[in-house]
């Protein structure tokens, strides 16, 4: 059973950060049967969004897709609904999620990761008026279908640039939650941009669980042991690409007095995080508000997006953050960042998409 929460308007929640590992969201109440009468949709002016692994509160990629569906809310005047993924859950799930928020009368509604996708094909069929979004996949398509991707290899290169000159060992670490082609581009990027700034650079890479088991984004305690043993292993800074299990990498450098580099969302800035902001050297941002934020508009305007939408470097739709001082301070971290973008959007620097 899931949860299905409709607000009029979304007000900001700030989750407490769960360092002991909570589990796929959790949250559980009632809901409505999947049924042969699914392809009868109501109109509305309502948008939803079916949340991934960790759910809202994540400090990272679930509460992106959440400022944007707020800032819909905000800006555009429409009423909104949220679902919160359960642990272990199947395909069936999220097809009975999907069909319950579109059978409300969503317009879009969108799944938060590329988990959704088998879900959102079989579900786009049953309501052909409707637009489904699905953030980080091409593999499904269909005429009512907007694929929102990012070139999260190039922002990855970034932050390799800044890590590697930011150690004073030679030595960084990678942290990827679970090991899907997603994260490695994560990694590809990342360790890419550390070899091209320092050739003679170690970086210590692994992953929290392999598919099909999805739970690496959402163990904070998990992600806080592998980090603390590439510390152990002379790593002085530590980017993980682990939603939720990213925070606990990111309590371990900052009690060790490291750096750490946040992913998906500006992190510096997550108030669940605040204890633990002045290590957390930039963050590697990955525009999923403004993705989320631009489908709903374009289906409220009448003009429903659809097919491929992607954000890279050269639309600001991955970047590096530079909310904290200290980094803006590091005269030769941050001129060797913005080279290496502008590299990037020349197409001088070709960023790879796998190790």
Do not use: H
């Amino acid at each position: 059973m899931r949860r299905i929460t409709r607000i009029a308007t979304v007000g900001i929640a700030s989750a407490a950060l769960a360092l002991s590992a909570t589990a796929c969201g959790g949250k559980k109440s009632s809901d409505a049967s999947s049924s042969s009468s699914s392809s009868s949709e109501t109109k509305s002016a309502g948008a939803a969004i079916a949340y991934d692994v960790g759910g809202r509160g994540d400090q990272s990629f679930n509460d992106a897709a959440y400022a944007g569906l707020e800032k819909a809310a905000k800006d555009l005047k429409v009423t909104t609904a949220e679902a919160e993924p359960t642990e272990g859950e199947s395909e069936a799930d999220k097809v009975q999620r999907l069909t319950e928020l579109a059978r409300k009368g969503n317009n879009p509604v969108i799944g938060v990761g590329f988990s959704y996708a088998p879900a959102i094909e079989k579900v786009a069929k049953k309501f052909p008026n409707t637009t489904f979004g699905i953030i980080d996949d091409t593999s499904k398509t269909g005429a009512n279908i907007a694929n929102l991707v990012f070139n999260e290899e190039q922002g990855s290169y970034l932050a390799g640039v800044a890590a590697a000159k930011a150690s004073k060992t030679g030595t960084v670490g990678f942290i990827g939650g679970v090991e899907v082609p997603l994260i490695k581009k994560f990694q590809a990027g990342f360790e890419q941009g550390v070899k091209d700034t320092n050739p003679n650079a170690k970086v210590l890479s692994a992953y929290l669980t392999q598919p099909p088991d999805f739970s690496g984004f959402a163990k904070p305690d998990l992600g806080k042991a592998t980090a603390k043993g590439q510390l152990d292993g002379g790593a002085d800074v530590i980017y993980a690409a682990a939603g939720l299990a990213g925070s606990g990498a990111i309590e371990a450098a900052s009690s060790a007095g490291k750096w750490a580099i946040g992913v998906d969302s500006d992190q510096y800035n997550q108030p669940g995080l605040a204890k633990y902001k002045d290590r957390i050297l930039t963050s590697v941002t990955k525009d999923v508000s403004l993705a989320v934020y631009d489908l709903i508009k374009s289906v409220k305007d009448g003009k429903p997006e659809s097919g491929e939408v992607r954000y890279g470097l050269d639309k600001n739709g991955v970047g590096l953050a530079d909310s904290n001082p200290q980094y803006k301070s590091m005269a030769d971290i941050t001129a060797a960042v913005e080279k290496a973008k502008a590299e990037i959007i020349a197409k001088k620097i070709n960023v790879k998409t796998a190790p």
